[in-house]
């Protein structure tokens, strides 16, 4: 297991096979961390909002805390506007923050490290986006491809260019989460080979490092769920107010 | 060339892109930091955007990386 850093991406099946037709549908390590990640936010908003009383107790204020967190958000990035799609992106926010917290824990398994999965949830928000600015601007939504104030010479370079950036939009969304994970997940395992193969009396400076490591990823399994739930509101900012 | 020693090469230097996220990470958190100390009372409000800065530039060179591990892995 300590040769190869690529070995904790690994997808094997637990539990018996299932097969749909030609699809493999069957139970595996992957979808046991989604299973957990989800019922873990479950229990969480559940008993959090259970008894409500004006002192929180710690549950309490980790949902409610949570709740304003990403609430404010959406008002500062998306307006009030947004305030419908308030429960899609909290889901949105908690699903991938929790998905990257459990993977911190040793030999667990990392969901967001595979580029299916973030690709789903990157292409879930994208067509989202598309029909919602669609029904609310109906064919003037492709105005969002010509800038305002733009020289009539240049315009068309410009509506080519911006429709291959907002093309690439659930490529980059998916890829920078999952670029994130990967790699700091590869890091760490590299560093605690250095750790293993110098041995008790080299082993320490890689070991320090590894702890920083840690430290660093935990921030970064933060910010990216973050990062993701913010585009995600930048994204329907654009749909819902055009040209604002 | 060896096909193998061709991979080696090219995910190396797939792999300098990494140098660009940190000359941005690099900006983007210098720039914060004068701006707060000429304004700190500024700075609080701008806080998310140097979070969304940071993982910005950050990924951009991760694009690189992953590049890189796709040469070394996928083909």
């Not at chain 1, 913010?230 to 900012?237: A, D, E, P, Q, S």
């Not at chain 2, 009372?41 to 910005?56: C, H, M, R, T």
């Amino acid at each position: 297991m300590a040769t190869n850093p690529m070995h904790q991406f690994n997808v094997y099946r637990i539990g018996p096979e299932i097969k749909l037709g030609e699809v493999d549908i069957s139970f595996t390590n992957a979808s046991l961390f989604m299973v957990i990640s989800s019922i873990t936010i479950l229990l969480i908003f559940n008993f959090g909002s259970k008894k409500n009383s004006l002192i929180p107790n710690k549950i309490q204020l980790l949902a409610e805390l949570s709740y304003s967190f990403i609430s404010k958000m959406i008002n500062d990035t998306a307006g009030s506007e947004a305030k419908p799609y308030f429960s899609f992106i909290f889901s949105l926010f908690m699903f991938v923050l929790f998905c990257n917290m459990f993977g911190m824990i040793p030999y667990s398994f990392t969901v967001t490290s595979h580029i299916i999965v973030t690709f789903v949830l990157a292409a879930f928000v994208f067509i989202g986006v598309n029909i919602i600015g669609f029904i609310k601007h109906g064919f003037g939504y492709l105005k969002l491809f010509v800038p305002s104030g733009v020289p009539i010479i240049l315009l068309p370079l410009i509506v080519v260019i911006e429709i291959i950036s907002y093309l690439s939009r659930p490529i980059s969304l998916s890829v920078r989460l999952f670029a994130n994970m990967m790699a700091g997940h590869t890091m760490m395992k590299v560093f605690g080979g250095f750790v293993v193969g110098l041995g008790i009396v080299g082993g320490w400076l890689p070991l320090s490092f590894a702890v920083a490591l840690t430290g660093l990823e935990i921030l970064v399994a933060f910010l990216q769920a973050y990062v993701f739930a913010i585009l995600t509101c930048i994204y329907l900012n654009d749909a819902l107010n055009l040209h604002h | 060339m060896e096909l193998e020693a061709a991979k080696m090469i090219g995910a190396g230097l797939a792999a300098i892109s990494l140098a660009g996220a940190g000359v941005g990470i690099g900006i983007i958190f210098g720039n914060y930091l004068s701006g707060a100390m000429r304004n700190p009372s500024a700075a609080q409000k701008q806080f998310p955007n140097l979070l969304l800065g940071f993982a910005l530039a950050e990924a951009t060179g991760l694009f690189g990386l992953v590049v890189a591990l796709i040469i070394l892995f996928a083909f």
